[in-house]
């Protein structure tokens, strides 16, 4: 019998999710030669490598690729013990992994932790911020137990629960606030701020823009919905913003807000998770939060 521990699976994981013993590390909480003899040990119990050292990576052997995806599944069915635990309670208890996306977690996640604070004090809510497919690779993987994100997604191992609809509106600078809303296809025309790869608002916002593959005769990439505003306040473009963020992003920046004729551009934000996760009461509970909030 091979002997080897769930915290040498963890450390395994660590590094195979970093591919740098001190990213591993520092993300486990131990020291790098601590985590360095925990690998060492698991590869002596197998008898082989599982991971190629470099001076700046340390890459999976190809006996480690296919452990990888072994190990995180026994570490997300070992977790969901914990959570079978969780799931007897009547109440919201212990802690909760949720990840949101960048564009909704400014907006709504003050008021949703303030109102579990009051309503839900033994709930302990651990927030992981950050674009759709990340979110999803760690939902599935186990290591969050939901995420706030627009849908659909449309994978069939998640549950979908709808929140709320909001409008999408035109954001330009406040020397354009008297011309006429435009047409999608003047839109196409615009300088169009835009956030970068990865987020799904931006591909809604292409989308509504009919720009498909192509591109817009000017485009420019933000990281974040305050960098477009204070761009299209400095006069650079234009750009679309989730109606939610308008409090917070239009209030100290030179800017004028319109709203398209109907049909407007809109998404559903919903909340998702598991379908085999013990913990759909308490993530309903959630959900039922954060559409309350919003």
Not at 120 to 126: G, N, Q, R, S, T
Not at 251 to 267: E, I, K, N
């Amino acid at each position: 019998m091979i002997n080897v521990t769930l915290k040498q699976f963890r450390y395994f994981d660590a590094l195979a999710r970093h591919g740098h013993f001190g990213r591993a590390a520092e993300a486990s909480a131990i020291t790098q030669p601590a985590l360095s003899m925990q690998i060492k040990e698991l590869e002596d119990a197998l008898g082989a490598k599982l991971f190629e050292r470099g001076a700046k990576a340390a890459r999976l052997t190809p006996l480690g690729e296919d452990l990888a995806q072994r190990v995180r599944e026994i570490l997300r069915a070992v977790d969901e013990i914990g959570d079978l635990a969780r799931a007897s309670e009547d109440r919201l208890v212990g802690r909760m992994r949720i990840g949101v996306i960048p564009t909704v977690a400014p907006y709504v996640l003050p008021r949703v932790m303030r109102l579990l604070a009051v309503d839900h004090p033994e709930v302990d809510l651990y927030v992981r911020e950050t674009v759709t497919p990340k979110l999803l690779t760690e939902l599935n993987e186990g290591r969050l137990d939901a995420a706030i994100l627009a849908l659909p997604v449309s994978e069939p191992q998640l549950i979908e629960v709808p929140l709320f609809a909001e409008d999408f509106v035109l954001i330009r600078p406040a020397t354009d606030a008297a011309l006429p809303v435009p047409s999608r296809e003047g839109l196409r025309s615009m300088r169009l701020l835009l956030l970068e790869e990865g987020h799904c608002f931006r591909d809604q916002a292409l989308s509504f823009c009919e720009l498909g593959g192509s591109q817009p005769r000017e485009m420019l990439d933000g990281s974040s919905l305050s960098t477009l505003v204070q761009m299209v306040g400095a006069g650079i473009g234009v750009t679309l913003l989730p109606e939610m963020a308008l409090p917070v992003e239009t209030r100290s920046a030179d800017v004028a807000v319109q709203r398209f004729p109907r049909p407007r551009p809109s998404r559903q934000i919903g909340m998702v998770w598991r379908k085999s996760s013990p913990l759909t009461a308490q993530l309903q509970q959630i959900a039922e939060v954060v559409k309350a909030c919003a």
